[in-house]
């Protein structure tokens, strides 16, 4: 009888249209990480909150279709080579521009600005590949789409500078900055301490910072290397956006580029603790 009650329980803690054999899979996957690159089955039970039999079965078969594989003596499982070929024909079948753009064409609409997209173009330079403008009579329309920018330059820009590695971070702050208008940032401090807000609080803001007359907010977009690979932006004129209202963009960018992030691969940090 109690064996019968503790299989309802299970039963009831799987969501409702969930596998509940496939939700253990993908989270003993999911245990593996570039830090946890190889883990014994008793790690695997330790980090899902299943049982070690029920983690060692469910071993044993992601091991059968090469999802998962032994590292070497010992008992150590790592990452198979069947995700690699699972991951080629997923980047076969889609780009950076064409997960963004259904992405893009919503933020558009729920904001009713200009959406660009934007990536490192270089060491120290970003280019806009992409943007779907807003419907509006005055709009910001991206006329140098493929063209380099410095990096330093622009709400987008300050977001892929912010998630660099450190050391060519300060490499290009080292260096002369150039202005494009009056409210470039160009002293090296200021940047340094714009950058730190910027990876704080997830966005950053341009107030006429690389074009005159035009203010952004922009927001990073992670792969599945938990890098910053892209950035998307907001950015209309400043005579319609005010700073209040350009902020009030920023929760609706962010779970765009979570949604993107999650297309391109990105995991975020989560208890993937499950019943045993």
Same mark, same amino acid.
């Given at each position: 009888?109690?064996?019968?009650?503790?299989?309802? !329980?299970?039963?009831?803690?799987?969501?409702?249209?969930?596998?509940?054999?496939?939700?253990?899979?993908?989270?003993?996957?999911?245990?593996? !990480?570039?830090?946890?690159?190889?883990?014994?089955? !008793?790690?695997?039970?330790?980090?899902t909150g299943l049982t070690r039999s029920t983690a060692h079965r469910i071993v044993t078969n992601l091991e059968s279709h090469q999802l998962v594989r032994q590292a070497r003596a010992g008992g150590r499982y790592?990452?198979?080579?069947?995700?690699?070929?699972?991951?080629?024909?997923a980047r076969a079948r889609g780009?950076?521009?064409?997960?963004?753009?259904?992405?893009?064409?919503?933020?558009?609409d729920e904001t009713d600005e200009t959406v660009g997209l934007h990536i490192v173009s270089g060491e120290r330079?970003?280019?806009?590949?992409?943007?779907?403008?807003?419907?509006?009579?005055?709009r910001r329309t991206y006329t140098n789409i493929g063209e380099p920018l410095p990096i330093h330059q622009g709400a987008p820009g300050k977001v892929l500078l912010a998630h660099l590695p450190p050391e060519l971070r300060q490499r290009i702050l080292s260096e002369p900055l150039e202005a494009a208008t009056d409210q470039t940032i160009v002293d090296p401090d200021l940047l340094r301490k714009e950058l730190e807000a910027v990876r704080e609080r997830?966005?950053?803001?341009?107030?006429?910072e690389r074009v005159d007359g035009v203010f952004t907010v922009?927001?990073?977009?992670f792969d599945h290397r938990q890098s910053a690979t892209a950035a998307l932006s907001v950015t209309g004129p400043s005579g319609r956006l005010s700073e209040e209202r350009l902020l009030e963009f920023a929760p609706r960018a962010l779970l765009a580029a979570r949604d993107l992030s999650a297309m391109m691969g990105f995991i975020e940090k989560q208890d993937n603790s499950l019943p045993s």
């Open positions: 009888m109690r064996e019968e009650e503790n299989s309802k !329980t299970r039963q009831r803690s799987t969501p409702p249209g969930h596998i509940q054999s496939l939700d253990r899979a993908v989270a003993i996957l999911n245990s593996f !990480t570039p830090e946890r690159p190889e883990l014994r089955v !008793t790690e695997i039970a330790r980090l790592a990452l198979g080579p069947g995700l690699l070929r699972l991951a080629h024909s780009s950076l521009e064409e997960f963004a753009r259904p992405v893009m064409v919503r933020l558009r330079r970003r280019m806009v590949i992409d943007q779907v403008e807003s419907r509006q009579p005055i997830g966005f950053a803001t341009s107030f006429a922009a927001v990073p977009v």
